[in-house]
């Protein structure tokens, strides 16, 4: 019972009218791991979070959340999971304490509980010393924290998370990304929407990426990085004149064809060991006396990788799977 996964779906299926808003979706996400759902404007994330948290039924295939049908025991999967929207539940004339103890009491917790489980939150959400203030005040990011804080009051075992920093600041997506982890860390799975990739790398253990109803990937971040190549290593030459002596020093040095690009006087190259490349490269330029305004080790970011892997698979979704 224990080895099975938080959230097991296969070949879910959702239309709406003429709409085939799921078109035979697989998620299988670990007990304990934080998984993202990735993919374009209506690629079909939302509404498989709201057949996962029993929201709205599916019309083809089949899903268990902790352990339970959310067809079949979708109160069973209720009472153990937290949904956060995009909508703010939390009520702005209350202060942030006494909307942790409200929801405590709307989830059947008895006064001295509801206030013990609102300040164990407030702590962990480090909005202990806002406890007092109304939401109304609150920063983007607080607000969230809330939010997610109203979410986890029992403590649930799978978090259904849409578009959880949706809006906010750099400061209040930091915040919420700390909350996130926290959550995580306490042993809680998560299962998040997200349109940004660097939240999508930052948070996940691994990632869905979606589109069209249909699974495209499925990867660890790091995973679909390296599908779409290798590291390189990118040296900038200080002295555009230079740039033909760096390249011919780099091919000496590493055997491998390296690509110039004269606009902004850098030489790049695919390398299997960055770390040795570097070295043997800098032993070089430093013996050749050429100046460098930069050199260093770059990978390719989860944009380019999500750009390439979905352009491929909208070609030829079976191989790129
Ligand atoms: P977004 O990132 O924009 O929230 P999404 O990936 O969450 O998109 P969904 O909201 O799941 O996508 O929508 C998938 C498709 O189903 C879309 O084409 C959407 O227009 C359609 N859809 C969703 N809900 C309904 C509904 N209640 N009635 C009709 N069509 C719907």
């Not at 019972?1 to 296969?10: I, K, L, R």
């Not at 920093?165 to 929407?193: F, H, I, N, Q, Y």
């Amino acid at each position: 019972m224990t080895s099975e996964p938080a959230v097991q779906a296969s070949g879910l299926v959702k239309r709406y009218k003429s709409k085939t808003a799921l078109d035979g979706v697989d998620l299988e996400v670990p007990r304990g791991t934080v998984h993202g759902l990735l993919g374009p404007n209506g690629a079909g994330k939302t509404t498989a979070v709201r057949i996962l948290s029993t929201l709205t039924g599916a019309d083809g295939g089949s899903a268990r959340v902790a352990g339970f049908d959310v067809a079949r025991q979708p109160r069973e999967v209720r009472r153990r999971i937290g949904l956060t929207g995009q909508q703010t539940a939390v009520d702005d004339l209350m202060t942030a304490r006494q909307n942790l103890v409200m929801f405590g009491r709307l989830f059947r917790l008895d006064k001295g509980a509801a206030r013990r489980r609102a300040d164990e939150l407030l702590e962990i959400f480090g909005l202990a010393e806002a406890a007092g203030r109304a939401p109304k005040k609150f920063s983007g990011g607080m607000r969230r924290r809330l939010d997610l804080a109203a979410s986890m009051i029992l403590s649930p075992e799978v978090l259904f998370l849409d578009e959880p920093t949706t809006g906010l600041d750099p400061a209040g997506r930091r915040e919420v990304w700390e909350a996130v982890r926290s959550m995580a860390a306490s042993g809680t799975t998560v299962l998040l929407t997200t349109h940004y990739l660097d939240e999508a790398d930052k948070l996940c253990d691994r990632i869905s990426v979606i589109d069209q109803g249909r699974n495209y990937i499925e990867d660890t971040p790091a995973g679909m990085k390296r599908r779409i190549g290798d590291e390189r290593l990118e040296i900038v030459a200080a002295d555009p004149a230079e740039l033909s002596a760096l390249t011919d020093l780099v091919r000496r040095a590493l055997s491998v064809e390296p690509s110039a690009e004269e606009a902004g006087a850098s030489v790049s190259v695919p390398v299997a060991d960055g770390v040795s490349a570097l070295t043997a490269v800098a032993v070089e330029i430093r013996a050749a006396g050429i100046d460098v305004a930069d050199i260093g080790l770059r990978r390719p970011t989860l944009d380019e990788a999500f750009l390439h892997l979905t352009a491929a698979a909208a070609k030829t979704p079976e191989e790129t799977v």
